[in-house]
């Protein structure tokens, strides 16, 4: 996540200088703190969060729990974990409904911090749960306000209630109260009340906020912080905490480049939890909170679980299931493959996906670098063919290729490529799909699945060690011998590498998959 990347990057290096050493003395532990407090800083979070959080983690990683540990630096790194998800509000809190329909939504912030896009979002993401809100537009003083909640409403296919045009006419409390009867009236049960924000804690902000707030009695307020605000996030959210008060808090723009000390921040001193996070422009871009999940991606320890559950949401269960009998049936085509590419696209930028893996975060130029085109260009070729082509590339002579790469934009070098890689991937997956053990990239070669032990012990025993008669050239084989048997390396991702974090090369093969060399 870029908004943490200096931050994650700090932290990540603090413990590779640790991992060297097999015991830690009180100096190597102080010393860890004190560069763990700079990267904090650095990374703008509040200066009391920090002075909290280090002392925390000074004095257990100087007790019993370190130094009986089998690893010392791992069990930091732990301690570390610990604390970033306790200051991150400790366990996911999700949206409280009414028992009584509708529930009411408050929003509130400064000017500019993401709240009617959030609005969009939230009401996008509640459809999809069966949910059918309705959108208020009581900001009735931001110029074209109003028209900016209605195209952000049109977009995620809700209703909005805005019986005001906006521009400084119009009472954004009888609005508030008249959505929130409308939506009685015509069974919405979610009202998300989008009110007007400032470009400074100001006394009008507050008394109208406060106001809306007594004549709806909303069920949840949040408060919408922008992620790169800085330091000025705390003195932000205790002001609107005195002047409102607020239930739970939404980071926005936490896909931006700033240092993120804000979402460390905000959650420690208010005492209130962080529920969403926004993570893009789109109206997808909306994950709920778990700050366990966050604290990892933080130290770079990946986040496997939010992967997984983009990846329950994109796929269907039914159509995975006919693909893999399709794959068993060798009948996979090139049209099976685009529709999994297009089902790829509904969990969002492969960057994304890519980052969530433990590791990758040594690998930001490499992210930074992955063409995301690629896939466009993927498609537009396979779109360029004839069904029957798809069907069976098998048919795709000099002539055919060179109509599909003028078709599409590209050259007969890169249909070639497209259609190698796609037999290669389709073999691959065909030998999975048999319970066999495929070659995959960034492993090592991996053994035929029921190989006898007779045989196993009867290799073993063949390389027992050399035989030779001079002392310096059996030293040899016999060291030779020792690298030959290492097992292979390789993370449960088929990406290998060092500690399970994928290397350069691997990527590289992710890309060849979906692009051109």
Known sequence: MATFGTLSDRLTETFRNLRTKGKLSPADVDGTVREIRRALLDADVALAVVKDFTGKVRERALGDEVNKALNPA???????????????????????????????????????????????????????????????????????????????????GATIFAPEPGNGVGDPVKVSQAGVDFARRQQHDVVIIDTAGRLGVDAELMKQASDIRKATNPDEVLFVIDAMIGQDAVNTAKAFQEGVDFTGVVLSKLDGDARGGAALSVASVTGRPIIFASTGENLEDLEPFHPDRMASRILDLGDILTLIEQAQAAFDEEEAMKMAEKLANEAFTLEDFLDQMQQMRKMGSMKKMLGMLPGMGQMKQQLDNFDEREIDRTEAIIRSMTPAERRNTKILNGSRRLRIAKGSGMTVTDVNQLVQRFEQ?????????????????????????????????????????????????????????????????????????????????????????????
Do not use: C, W
């Open 74 to 156: 791992q069990q930091v790194v732990q301690i570390v974990n610990e604390e970033l998800v306790a200051i991150l509000g400790g366990e996911q809190r999700r949206l409280e409904f009414a028992k009584t329909p509708p529930t009411v939504i408050m929003l509130a912030g400064l000017q500019g911090s993401g709240k009617t896009t959030f609005a969009g979002k939230l009401a996008r993401q509640l459809q999809g749960e069966g949910h059918t809100p309705l959108l208020v537009a009581a900001d009735l003083q931001r110029p074209n306000a109003v028209t900016q909640l209605q195209v952000v409403a049109e977009r995620a």
């Open 425 to 517: 991937a389709a073999k691959m997956m065909k030998t999975v799909a048999r319970g066999g053990t495929p070659q995959i990239p960034g492993m090592g070669p991996m053994g035929k699945p029921g190989a006898s032990a007779k045989r196993g012990k009867k290799g073993a025993k063949g390389k027992s060690g050399s035989r030779s008669g001079n002392p310096a050239k059996r030293a040899a084989e016999n060291a030779g011998l020792a690298t030959s048997s290492a097992p292979a390396t390789g993370s449960g991702f088929g990406l290998g590498g060092a500690k399970g974090a994928p290397t350069e090369a691997d990527l590289a093969e992710i890309q060849k998959l979906f692009g051109k060399n």
